[in-house]
């Protein structure tokens, strides 16, 4: 599958229909007529403010009234989201843990060997794809750079440092491929534990650049606190038209994005991953929760299990070579 955001929508909007229909038939049937009986629970591998926590916070009161039980978010950041995937597979598997992670989820294993403490492909089933957005270079206001070409004469003269969600995030896998593979520059990485630490870092100037995703800094960007000078889209974003692609800035080979999606323990039953995937297509649909996620500068995903599980084959596959490519490491 082609990394656009574009592609990604038209592919999962195709299987919105049969995933609406199997989610009513599956709400309807007997079989799980008794589940859910008590709260869920929504561990989120990062801290509250970045997209994936902002993900799982809009979809879950609209899960809540769907699915007639409460739905809570519980935050376990750590190691770029490993923490929260291996209390999920250790948790039962039966359909009140589920895990929320980012694109990191898929990067993890190859980046951190068998210290990332899980296997996407032997630990968990995934459930939904939830939201996907792109990677995005940004500048402190008081750094004395407009562009990306700019900021390059500037790395070359002056010892600077960038902040990102955490090491195995896609935005640090962004720039390690931008900063040191494509310019040859030494630029600091700095690792926060999600990017609502990483956005407020440069905003606060504790480092000049950052390498998000879009909704760490969107707003910051909107009240001039921040400059994006670069997105990792293949096309620009329509909420930052003045944003060239870093396509357009000749690097056509960093067309990165950064998902959201929720995972289940491996042997939670089949029934209830189809339940919870059902319920989870049908919230991305309502116009409230649309016009929340564009706020947040986050693009609605959807798409049946079987289509997220290939998905997620493709992600890890495809994020495995980026590391190996990139030389990525933990310090």
Known sequence: MRHSTCSIQNTFRKLFQLSLLASVSLMAGSALAAYPDKSIKLVVGFPPGGPTDMSARIIAPKLAEILKQSVFVENKAGAGGNVAAQIVANAPPDGYTFLVNSAAFAVN??????????????NFSTVAFISTQANVISVNDAVPVKTLAELKAYASKNKLSYSSPGYGTTPHLTCENLFRVQWKADINH???KGAGPASMAVVGGETPIACTAVAGVYQFSKQGKVRILGISSDKRSPNLPDVPTLVELGYPQIKDYTWSA????????NDIVQKMNGAVNFVLQLPEVKEQMDKAGLVVMSGDVQQANTYMTEEVNRWEKVVKEVGAKVE
Do not use: Q
């Not at 294993?109 to 403490?117: C, F, I, S, T």
């Not at 929720?262 to 039953?269: E, G, L, R, S, W």
């Open 190 to 192: 700095i690792p926060y």
């Open 109 to 122: 294993p190859a980046l951190y060997g068998a210290a990332a403490g899980y296997s996407p492909k032997i």
């Open 262 to 269: 929720m995972m289940a323990p491996i042997k939670t039953p």
